[in-house]
C-alpha cells in the first residue's frame, strides 16, 4: 500500500495522471474520441519505459504540447496546415505533417541510450500499431494548456505555421 502511494505521488509530481483506458461508462478516454470538427488529433506515444525517469518536452510549430515520461501517451489537437513537430535530443531533426482536419496521426517516440547519452526518435505508425501501443502505456504524459492546469480531456490546439505569425 505504502509503494502504491508513493507511486501516486511520483506520477503527480511528474505530471501524469493515471491511464484511464476506459471511463465510467466503458467508452475510451475523451482524448482518444471523436475529433472536433476543423482539427485533427495528433497523438504521441511512448510505450516503453526505457529512461522512464526521464521527461522527453514535444513541440508543435516551436509550441509546447506536452511532455513522456517511462511509458506515457498524450494527444492535442491541431488545425489543418503545416505542423514541425520536433522532440528534445531527436538526432534526426523535425517531422514536417501536413494536417487534414478529422484525421489521427499516431507519433511512436522511442527513446534509447547511445554512449550514454539518451536520444529521441520519433515516427509515424498506423492506428492499428498504435493501439498496440497504447496496450502498453502506463500512464497520460502531461499536457500543456495555456493559462490552466492539465486536464483529463481538455486538449491544447496547435496553429498552423502561417496561422501563428498572424
Given at each position: 500500500?505504502?509503494?502504491?502511494?508513493?507511486?501516486?505521488?511520483?506520477?503527480?509530481?511528474?505530471?501524469?495522471?493515471?491511464?484511464?483506458?476506459?471511463?465510467?461508462?466503458g467508452s475510451s478516454p475523451v482524448e482518444l474520441r471523436a475529433v472536433p470538427t476543423g482539427a485533427a488529433r495528433i497523438c504521441v506515444l511512448r510505450p516503453d519505459s526505457t529512461a522512464a525517469s526521464v521527461t522527453m518536452e514535444i513541440r508543435d510549430n516551436g509550441r509546447f504540447v506536452g511532455a513522456t515520461r517511462g511509458a506515457t501517451y498524450f494527444c492535442y489537437l491541431?488545425?489543418?496546415?503545416?505542423?514541425?513537430?520536433?522532440?528534445?535530443d531527436d538526432d534526426t531533426g523535425p517531422l514536417l505533417l501536413t494536417v487534414r482536419a478529422g484525421a489521427?496521426?499516431?507519433?511512436?517516440?522511442?527513446?534509447?541510450?547511445?554512449?550514454g547519452d539518451l536520444h529521441a526518435h520519433l515516427d509515424w505508425v498506423d492506428e492499428t500499431t498504435a493501439n498496440?501501443?497504447?496496450?502498453?502505456?502506463?500512464?497520460?504524459?502531461?499536457?500543456?494548456?495555456?493559462?490552466?492546469?492539465?486536464?483529463?480531456?481538455?486538449?491544447?490546439?496547435?496553429?498552423?505555421?502561417?496561422?501563428?505569425?498572424?
Open positions: 500500500m505504502r509503494s502504491m502511494l508513493a507511486f501516486a505521488c511520483a506520477a503527480l509530481a511528474a505530471g501524469c495522471l493515471p491511464l484511464q483506458t476506459h471511463d465510467a461508462h491541431a488545425t489543418p496546415g503545416e505542423h514541425q513537430i520536433t522532440s528534445e489521427s496521426y499516431w507519433l511512436y517516440e522511442e527513446v534509447f541510450a547511445i554512449l498496440e501501443m497504447l496496450e502498453s502505456c502506463e500512464a497520460r504524459g502531461v499536457v500543456a494548456l495555456p493559462d490552466r492546469q492539465d486536464e483529463i480531456g481538455a486538449l491544447p490546439l496547435v496553429t498552423t505555421r502561417r496561422d501563428d505569425t498572424r
